[in-house]
Nanobody, 121 residues
Framework: QVQLVESGGGLVQAGGSLRLSCATSGRTGRYYAMGWFRQAPGKERESVARINWNGGSTYYADSVKGRFTISRDNAKNTMYLQMDSLKPEDTAVYYC??????????????WGQGTQVTVSS
């Protein structure tokens, strides 16, 4: 099983930037698609961005398209989420996740513990 640890969350003003990291360990994490999810208070967890095993394909939710960039460095076993032009509505706990296969058209297999992102207006 792949273990996931997020870092990089924090407090930022609207319009600012943050970069989240998700370090993977365990069984060959680099061969699996991964994604970022977020959950705001009182709301359901939602998919923010996804990336296939080699970074060749990505997906973004409409709400973050053009502002967030997902990437991965398999040599470092790390996935990233660069978040620019942040808005107060981006405030949430952000989770990284690993899928069971090389694309995101498979089931989710592992979750990180989450990192808080707070955007002040």
């Amino acid at each position: 099983q792949v273990q996931l640890v997020e870092s990089g969350g924090g407090l930022v003003q609207a319009g600012g930037s943050l970069r989240l990291s998700c370090a993977t360990s365990g069984r060959t994490g680099r061969y699996y698609a991964m994604g970022w999810f977020r959950q705001a208070p009182g709301k359901e967890r939602e998919s923010v961005a996804r990336i296939n095993w080699n970074g060749g394909s990505t997906y973004y939710a409409d709400s973050v398209k053009g502002r967030f960039t997902i990437s991965r460095d398999n040599a470092k076993n790390t996935m990233y989420l660069q978040m620019d032009s942040l808005k107060p509505e981006d405030t949430a706990v952000y989770y990284c996740a690993s899928y069971a296969g090389s694309t995101w058209f498979t089931s989710l297999a592992s979750w990180g513990q989450g990192t808080q992102v707070t955007v002040s207006s």
